[in-house]
């Protein structure tokens, strides 16, 4: 099967990144029991959208991060994806846009959105509410193609609108707000995600769960910190 590169990126698509040294954030991850996805299947591609400018709120939230860290049967699982992508479609493969996402990056991530308060929990998840990123136990990814080109997803990461929804993206194709190569993208990415046992939500294309939240309290250690500090 023949996949179209996206050619038309709403939001900036960044240089493939080369493999980077451990940072000591990774080491303060791994300390945690946390584990580098790409250490499971070096096929997974990973670039962290928060660990650049290239984001919604324009910051590098994750300063030396380059590394993609999950629990290790939430990393079991995507590298088990990874594995029924390459069966299925030998020319695609995974690219992490984040995983492991502390309490206090999505608290700077909530302080610097610039969406009205009445808004802005449609789109960035509150702190106090803990999001399942903040366990290690959720991933934002897209497919590429092994040269590296971006498929057609209908819209970029974080992409603020009705478009980005993963319900209703029949009528979306008939009314021409995103492609039927894009539908059909979607649906490649969420059946290899939900076969190795994530679950997508319905207003993030992007997003897969692997648990849900009671299950995380219940299984994993909150991360607060990027780093180690007095208070943690």
């Not at 995974?94 to 309490?103: E, F, H, K």
């Not at 449609?122 to 497919?143: C, F, I, M, Q």
């Not at 971006?150 to 021409?176: I, P, Q």
């Amino acid at each position: 099967m023949a996949f179209d590169a996206f050619d038309d990126v709403p939001e900036k698509q960044e240089t493939l990144p080369e493999k980077q040294k451990k940072s000591e954030t990774a080491f303060y991850f791994e300390s945690l029991g946390l584990v580098d996805v790409q250490s499971l299947d070096s096929a997974i591609v990973v670039s962290l959208k928060y660990a650049s400018e290239d984001n919604f709120v324009k910051t590098n939230l994750y300063g030396d991060l380059k590394r993609a860290y999950l629990q290790t049967d939430v990393a079991d699982k995507l590298a088990n994806a990874s594995n029924i992508l390459q069966t299925e479609y030998p020319e695609l493969r995974l690219l992490v846009w984040d995983a492991v996402r502390p309490v206090s990056v999505q608290q700077r991530m909530w302080n610097l959105c610039d969406i009205p308060l009445s808004r802005r929990h449609w789109y960035v998840s509150p702190p106090e509410k803990r999001s399942l990123h903040n366990y290690g136990a959720a991933v934002d990814l897209t497919l590429i193609i092994v040269d590296g080109k971006y498929l057609d997803m209908g819209t970029g990461f974080d992409h603020f609108s009705d478009t980005a929804y993963t319900v209703n993206e029949v009528e979306m194709v008939r009314v021409g707000k995103i492609s039927k190569k894009a539908a059909e993208n979607r649906l490649i990415l969420r059946n290899v995600m939900r076969e190795a046992g994530f679950s997508p939500i319905d207003y993030e294309w992007w997003h897969f769960n692997s648990c849900s939240r009671n299950a995380a309290k219940s299984k994993y250690p909150l991360i607060f910190e990027l780093l180690k500090t007095k208070n943690n």
